[in-house]
């Protein structure tokens, strides 16, 4: 049997890295000793600093794999997030919290459930194959958690992934509040990134309707200090518009302590962003008051009112 290769979505997240490495362990000790954790895309800061506190290498970095590679993906179900031959490997499982976009012509392994994050799903298939959570496993889950909820308080965040993180952090013997926020506050550095590099840390192309479009997060705590590069991250967006045939490219700066976001629209597609919040863009920017995720509160709501 050969290699089994796991992971998750381009402009890899700390959940989708974490993921990749959670569930390769996941597939060592239920009996397939042949995966390979990798990834898509380069490590962010919050990312490397999880990876640094828990002492572990970040995963392989791949672009592509050869035709009939096995693999295990995590963290999307979509393919224009994945590999480009995805339609010429063999997909053997799929674990994942967001919209089915996926299809295949052959039965697969499927776990797919509406909370927080991908890592609550990970921790109830341990407690179901009734595997033991390390003090390692039970931090690298809990962090994966508490970014994707942004420290439970993203409107993603459901009851499971509260009380995953509960009992994880007993696990793990962390403070998750105090971690959480160190993790968080880490993720917010900018300083070493480019522009080019900045907007694609989270940016995922959707398709709102007829438009094209991208959405890019980045968390922060301190709206001021991002929008101080905002002329350089607005001819940075204008090239990628032009590049990709974008109606609409939409960076949204999530303040992680008071809970908001400042976007900036671009496109001539930026005006849904005033019909979806009944906003003014003022100068190519406005402010979502009380908008943290964009899974539940931008892309639902942008493509109502594309």
Do not use: W
Request: with cysteine; aromatic share 4%; glycine share 4%.
């Amino acid at each position: 049997m050969g290699k089994t290769y796991i992971f998750g979505h381009k402009n890899p997240d700390t959940d989708s890295i974490i993921s990749s490495l959670v569930m390769t362990e996941f597939e060592k000790r239920t009996g397939n000793a042949e995966v390979v954790a990798c990834r898509l895309g380069m490590v962010n800061k919050e990312t490397e600093y999880i990876l640094n506190y828990v002492g572990i290498e970040a995963p392989e970095l791949i672009e592509d794999l050869e035709d009939g590679e096995e693999v295990i993906i995590v963290d999307t179900a979509n393919p224009g997030e994945l590999i480009p031959n995805l339609e010429n490997v063999k997909i053997k499982k799929i674990v994942d919290h967001h919209q089915v976009l996926l299809n295949t012509s052959y039965p697969v392994f499927y776990r797919a459930e509406p909370v927080g994050c991908t890592e609550t799903i990970m921790y109830k298939l341990y407690k179901e194959h009734n595997l033991q959570i390390d003090k390692k496993i039970a931090t690298l889950m809990l962090s994966a958690i508490i970014s994707d909820t942004l420290l439970l308080k993203s409107p993603t965040c459901t009851e499971d992934d509260i009380n995953a993180v509960k009992e994880l952090s007993k696990i793990a013997e962390i403070n998750y509040e105090t971690y959480g926020m160190d993790m968080l506050k880490a993720g917010t550095d900018l300083s070493s990134f480019t522009i080019e590099q900045i907007l694609a840390l989270d940016a995922k192309a959707i398709s709102l309707k007829d438009k094209k479009s991208i959405i890019a997060q980045v968390n922060t705590a301190s709206i001021p200090e991002v929008m101080k590069m905002k002329s350089d991250l607005e001819a940075g967006m204008n090239k990628i518009i032009n590049e990709n045939g974008l109606d609409l490219f939409m960076l949204l700066i999530t303040d992680i302590i008071n809970s908001n976001t400042q976007t900036i629209a671009l496109g001539n597609s930026a005006n849904i962003v005033e019909k979806a919040y009944n906003v003014k863009l003022q100068d190519n920017t406005a402010l979502l008051e009380g908008v943290v995720s964009r899974k539940k509160q931008v892309v639902p709501i942008m493509t109502e009112n594309a």
